[in-house]
């Protein structure tokens, strides 16, 4: 039996064609790890920004990956994310201004399910965390660690859409299916409005039949959800974090910097930056 018989039509809603609205959360989620979550989350950050957008990203993966590709070390940094949504620290003191404003990950942050999940409230605690500084940014880009757990329940329960990144292969495809049901839990208790913006083909290789065939597979079964940039394979974005700098700075010309600001674009759908007073 092929994938599109066993996928079930997603929930999803298609992208509005009259542009976005400003001050919105994204989370970047995929319970399978290594499909470019947090690869996009900071690209994509990094192309709004470029445009003049105030940009916010939020690590909520303990292992702290984002945070390491921007130069900083996880292992020693003293307040992060576990410290807002379990100790209730303002989440200006973890914020730092490095390409964009991100707000930090440490290993901590594994502690923070368990911590969390006696806690009343436990799945609003980064919901509630962002209100101060929701009206501040035009975006909130949230990296989520690769299990549908509690940590990833919070980014989906504070967003306002998701983007789901997807390597190009027939395995990561049914994975889909997974966190669509999650979604589909989540809107029914804890978040009503929340939809996939775009399902992101990464890690293509347009030499390759199943890259291809990959790509056929989830326009069947996802239609106009799926984004139309596609994320080429390439060892830029790996390299890239090893000199502590998104694609966009450490090859500004090349295609691959090129392909998060063609994304930027569709996610944008033409809306501006705000006037600045
Ligand atoms: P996730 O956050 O979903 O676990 P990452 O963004 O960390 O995934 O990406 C996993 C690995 O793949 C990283 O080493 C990253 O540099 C690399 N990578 C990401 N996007 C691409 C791509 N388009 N082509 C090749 N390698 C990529
Ligand atoms: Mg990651």
Redo the contacts with the bound molecule.
Sequence with gaps: MGLSTTLPRPRARKRSSQGVTLGQVIA?A?Q???????????NLAVAFREQGFDVLVVDL?P?G??TM?QGMDPDSVEVSMFDVLVRGVPIDEVIRRVEVDVAISSIDLAGAELALSGMIGRERALQKALLPVRGRYDFILI?TP?SLGLLTINALTAADSVIV?VQCEYLSLRGLVQLENTLAMIRENLNPVVEIRGILP???DGRTLHSREAIEMLKENFGDVVFETR???????????VQGSSVLRYDPKGP?AE?YRQLAKEVLNGAQPREHA
């Design positions: 970047l995929n399978k790890g290594g499909v470019a979550k947090t690869t996009t989350t900071l993966d292992q990956n984002l590709s990296d690769p990144p990464t890690m293509y994320i080429k394979k390439t060892v830029r974005y790996a390299e890239a974090p691959a392909a």
